[in-house]
C-alpha cells in the first residue's frame, strides 16, 4: 500500500473517529486535519528524498566494491608474477644460474602448476615469458589487457627489478 493511500485511510479513520466521539467535522476540525494532513505529505516527500538518496549511495557503493574486486585481480596477478620469479630463481640455483627457457620447465618441480592470471581466467604468463643467456635475466608479465584499470601487458616482472607496475 503506497503512503498515499495511507494517508487517505488515515484521514477518513481520524474524520470517522472525531464523528462517532459526538463532534462534527467543523471548520476548526476540519482545519486540524488538513493541516495533520500537510504535514504527512512533507514527511513522505522527505522520506521519497532520502530514499532517492540511499539508492544513489547503494550504486556508488558497488561502483567502490567492483573497483576493488579489480584491484583485488591485479594484487593478486602480481602475487602470481612473484611466485613465477621465486620458481625460476630456484630452477636457476639447481641449474648453474640458467633461467629455464620457457615456463613449463617449471612444473611440476618448482611449480605445481603455472598459474592463471585471475582476471582472464587463462594463462597470460607463458607466452609472454622472455629470457637471456648473457647475461642471464627473464621478464615475464600478464599478457594483454587483462587489467581495466591497467596498461596493456601489466605488472610485469623481471628477475633484476622485481615486480613493475605501470604508471
Not at 84 to 97: H, K, L, S, V
Not at 98 to 121: D, G
Amino acid at each position: 500500500m503506497k503512503l498515499g493511500q495511507k494517508l487517505l485511510i488515515s484521514f477518513t479513520v481520524s474524520c470517522a473517529a472525531f464523528s462517532l466521539l459526538g463532534g462534527c467535522c467543523s471548520d476548526k476540525g476540519a482545519e486540524n486535519l488538513k493541516s495533520e494532513n500537510a504535514e504527512l505529505k512533507k514527511k513522505e516527500a522527505a522520506l521519497q528524498e532520502e530514499n532517492a538518496r540511499l539508492k544513489e549511495e547503494n550504486a556508488s557503493l558497488k561502483d567502490e566494491k567492483a573497483a576493488a574486486e579489480v584491484s583485488d585481480f591485479y594484487g593478486d596477478c602480481k602475487s602470481n608474477l612473484r611466485n613465477i620469479g621465486i620458481a625460476c630463481e630456484m630452477y636457476a640455483t639447481d641449474n648453474r644460474g640458467a633461467y629455464p627457457r620457457s615456463l613449463q620447465q617449471l612444473q611440476p618441480e618448482y611449480l605445481k602448476l603455472l598459474p592463471q592470471c585471475p582476471s582472464a581466467e587463462a594463462d597470460t604468463y607463458s607466452d609472454s615469458y622472455e629470457f637471456s643467456s648473457e647475461p642471464d635475466v627473464f621478464t615475464v608479465y600478464c599478457k594483454g589487457s587483462s587489467h581495466a584499470s591497467h596498461a596493456e601487458n601489466y605488472p610485469q616482472y623481471t628477475s633484476l627489478l622485481g615486480i613493475i607496475e605501470d604508471k
